[in-house]
């Protein structure tokens, strides 16, 4: 009771009243702060375009020149003929004694070059020599007995009879005197013909015989290719053929060599399987180089088409339809350029240039390399314009 009083004689003070927060609450609010500073920001940042432009990729392109025609490079192949190749042997039958070259050998003109067995030949000749000697003592001895017969016909004592008989057996003497001289005669040819020489210079190509071998008649020992005078023989279409004429000096590839030819002449027929004419040509060797028998010729002649066009790179090309090839060309508008794909056709082609003629005009651009990239409509930025080739 005295507790109840006692409170009451004091004044009441009211109490601050206090509030509870739960977690959840304060991370919501938090979050909700954080979203809005972001919106903000992210407001105050310019908004990129709905349609962002990409620019054109960019171009190789050149100028197109027209020419009033081409220069048409024609090669054409035949193969590098010595003068003469010839296989030598001897023109008797025989053993063969010696053998002075091989093959790969360079040879003179007059040259022993092998040698026949000429005991047979030596001991004719012996025989012959000996029938000659027996021969002419015979004949002298009917001339100093036909010598005294007439002088004793002259003194009537001798018979004409007897005087016809030694005169004809002088005679008969005399003829086989004349008949022993031919045999030997022909023992020396023989023994010439034993020895095999060379008939012109050049370079033993192969050698048929060994030593000791009976060769037959006319049996080649050595192929002989002849080294100073080289030919080629080179067969070119008929319409080519007409526009040359011998003694025309010309340019001959061998390897990797050049060689100036003379032309020296024009067959007068048509070959039935290559339907070509065959030229004949001189060649003249370097100091460093000469031609081989049997190496490839090539023949490079130029001759002037008359026809425009214009030299493009093959790398400004792309397959078109019906045989023809397209083109890439920079149209200009408000906007740009824009590729347009035209229509060309090609006329000759040298390297990595082609001569061309289409739907295109003097002074155009065109694009020279990287196609695949490329469609028929796209936008493009030229890049440096250069000038197509202008010819040769």
Not at 38 to 53: D, G, K, T, V, W
Not at 82 to 96: D, P, R, S, V
Not at 105 to 130: F, I, M, N, W, Y
Not at 322 to 337: A, C, I
Request: proline share 5%; net charge neutral; with cysteine.
């Amino acid at each position: 009771m005295q507790q109840t009083i006692k409170d009451a004689g004091k004044p009441k003070v009211p109490r601050p009243e206090t509030k509870y927060v739960s977690h959840r609450s304060l991370g919501s609010g938090a979050l909700v702060a954080t979203l809005t500073l972001l919106l903000s920001l992210s407001a105050c940042q310019p908004q990129p375009s709905e349609h962002s432009e990409t620019k054109p990729p960019v171009v190789n392109s050149a100028n197109l020149v027209l020419k009033p025609g081409y220069t048409k490079l024609q090669q054409f192949s035949g193969s590098v003929r010595a003068g003469n190749t010839t296989g030598i042997g001897f023109e008797l039958a025989g053993k063969l004694q010696k053998l002075l070259v091989d093959t790969g050998d360079r040879v003179k003109p007059g040259q022993l070059l092998a040698q026949l067995d000429t005991s047979l030949l030596e001991a004719e000749q012996t025989e012959l020599q000996a029938a000659l000697d027996q021969n002419q003592a015979d004949i002298s001895l009917a001339r100093a007995t036909l010598k005294r017969s007439l002088e004793l016909s002259a003194k009537q004592y001798l018979s004409e009879q007897q005087l016809d008989e030694l005169k004809g057996k002088l005679a008969s003497l005399e003829a086989g005197h004349a008949r022993l001289e031919a045999s030997l005669k022909a023992n020396e040819l023989k023994r010439q013909k034993s020895l095999l020489i060379a008939p012109f210079a050049g370079v033993i190509a192969a050698r048929e015989h060994n030593l000791g071998e009976v060769i037959a008649l006319g049996s080649p020992v050595f192929t002989l290719v002849q080294s100073d005078n080289l030919q080629a023989l080179i067969g070119v279409p008929l319409n080519i053929a007409e526009q040359l004429q011998p003694g025309a000096i010309l340019s001959l590839r061998v390897a990797e060599h050049y060689y100036q030819a003379q032309l020296q002449g024009i067959s007068g027929q048509i070959n039935p399987v290559t339907r070509t004419v065959q030229l004949r040509f001189s060649i003249t060797p370097t100091s460093e180089t000469t031609p081989i028998n049997g190496e490839l010729a090539y023949l490079q002649y130029r001759r002037e088409v008359p026809r425009e066009g214009y030299w493009v790179p093959v790398s400004a090309l792309t397959d078109g339809i019906r045989g023809l090839w397209n083109l890439y060309v920079l149209k200009q508008d408000v906007e740009g350029f824009k590729l347009q794909r035209r229509d060309v056709e090609i006329l000759y082609t040298e390297g990595d240039n082609a001569f061309i003629t289409g739907a295109i005009s003097p002074g155009e651009q065109f694009v020279t390399t990287g196609l695949h990239k490329l469609v028929a409509g796209q936008r493009v930025s030229p890049g440096a314009a250069l000038t197509a080739r202008g010819g040769q």
